[in-house]
């Protein structure tokens, strides 16, 4: 009797696009976490690390839709090898930079090179796995993918520590370069043997696109609810996210070598918990795992803020805790996003929901600065957590797809009580 092979859940052209994922975000995790002190570094003050993360949003919130929708028009792999261009530019800047002014160059030219990658790398992977294995597919990715922040971050420290930031950046530039080679490679490739046409960019095609997106987010059914409920996360977490290196530097009393490896724990810990979140998320719904991921990381940094002097040990428990939420929920959130929106669309969407609600988020980092100045430094994250344990209940009522699902391609409004 014959036996039916069964196919693998990653194909070998999913694995060598994680391969240059990789290559590109080793380069991006050495010096992500680090960028407040290279502010500092750079002779900036509490309030203008705030000052600069705000204003570093601006072109992200302009261009992530836009990313997508070229995403959806060229294909995936031709919209990264172009944003990988853009990339490597964005590397010139950021290490010749003299004053922190001129790190927004760096950061505006990197939103380009991200605006196009990151929703490509959803919809990619979205693309090559079924819908049942959707969730398994999206942690197993991840899990992979996670490899940059063990690595990256604690390379990252020690080069920063060793050698200075600026040889640091010259080394991560290296890595995006690398990547970039294998991207372009990829995207030629994958011209040669196309059997569809590519539309070209046209007013009239962003114009349908954008047309289809406005029909999901006001319909008042799933896509509304999740882009509220993230936005309000996304709001809470600009208050504190990039300001953890230096609370954890002048609170904690951590080198840069130190936060290098919390932040690996962190990547060690989320990896760990990618493949078990897909098959939390295929087997108990995605909003099982989102809701899980919110309370981990919410109790994360109600450890990270009462860590008494000198436990350091307590801000890896932290960052463990915090890792595991973001595993947890990844992999459900993706799965989720995917299985909303038709396919052509999968671009935009994922580019939509990395925008968020960021034009009301785009103050954020400024006031959470001043939150640390006037009120206390752990105000901003207590305040963050409170908001990410508050959303778990939108979450657990709202995040369910409808029981019959559109087999079609065009866009259905999800509309779910």
């Not at 090179?113 to 049942?132: K, N, Q, T, W, Y």
Request: charged share 10%; hydrophobic share 55%.
């Amino acid at each position: 009797m014959e036996t039916i092979k069964k196919k693998p859940l990653l194909s070998g052209l999913l694995i060598l696009f994680l391969t240059a994922m990789i290559f590109a975000n080793i380069g991006g995790s050495m010096y992500g976490s680090l960028m407040p002190l290279y502010l500092k570094d750079l002779d900036a003050s509490i309030t203008q690390i705030g000052l600069f993360f705000t204003l570093s949003q601006i072109v992200p919130l302009l261009l992530q839709i836009l990313g997508g929708w070229v995403s959806d028009t060229l294909g995936r792999l031709r919209a990264i090898a172009i944003g990988s261009v853009f990339g490597v530019i964005g590397f010139i800047p950021l290490i010749l930079a003299d004053t922190w002014q001129w790190l927004l160059l760096a950061v505006a030219i990197g939103a380009i090179a991200r605006s196009l990658v990151g929703p490509s790398f959803d919809a990619f992977i979205a693309e090559h796995s079924s819908e049942e294995n959707r969730g398994k597919v999206f942690g197993i990715s991840q899990a992979i993918f996670m490899i940059v922040s063990v690595i990256g971050p604690p390379l990252g420290g020690w080069m920063a520590g060793a050698y200075g930031f600026k040889l640091m950046l010259l080394a991560a530039g290296i890595f995006y370069f690398i990547a970039m080679i294998m991207r372009l490679s990829m995207a030629r490739e994958a011209a040669k043997t196309a059997t569809t046409k590519t539309e070209k960019l046209s007013f009239s095609s962003l114009k349908i696109n954008l047309a289809a997106m406005f029909t999901l987010i006001f319909s008042g059914g799933l896509i509304t609810w999740m882009l509220i409920t993230d936005g309000l996360r996304d709001i809470s977490f600009q208050f504190s996210e990039n300001l953890f290196p230096v609370y954890m530097q002048e609170v904690g009393g951590f080198s840069l070598q130190q936060i290098g490896w919390v932040m690996s724990f962190f990547g060690m810990a989320m990896m760990l918990t990618t493949i078990p979140g897909g098959w939390l998320s295929d087997k108990a719904g995605e909003r099982v795992g989102i809701a899980l991921g919110m309370i981990l990381m919410s109790s994360a940094l109600f450890v990270l803020v009462n860590i008494p002097a000198g436990n350091q040990w307590m801000y890896y428990l932290g960052w463990g805790l915090a890792g595991m939420g973001a595993g947890v929920s990844g992999p459900a959130y993706q799965s989720l996003i995917s299985k909303a929106v038709p396919q052509k669309n999968r671009g935009m969407a994922f580019g939509l929901f990395s925008t968020s609600l960021g034009i009301f988020s785009l103050p954020a980092p400024w006031i959470g600065a001043q939150m640390w100045d006037r009120v206390s430094p752990t105000f901003p994250f207590t305040v963050t957590a409170i908001v990410l344990l508050i959303s778990v209940i939108p979450i657990w009522l709202k995040f369910k797809l409808p029981k019959v699902e559109a087999v079609s391609d065009e866009i259905v409004p999800a509309v779910v009580g």
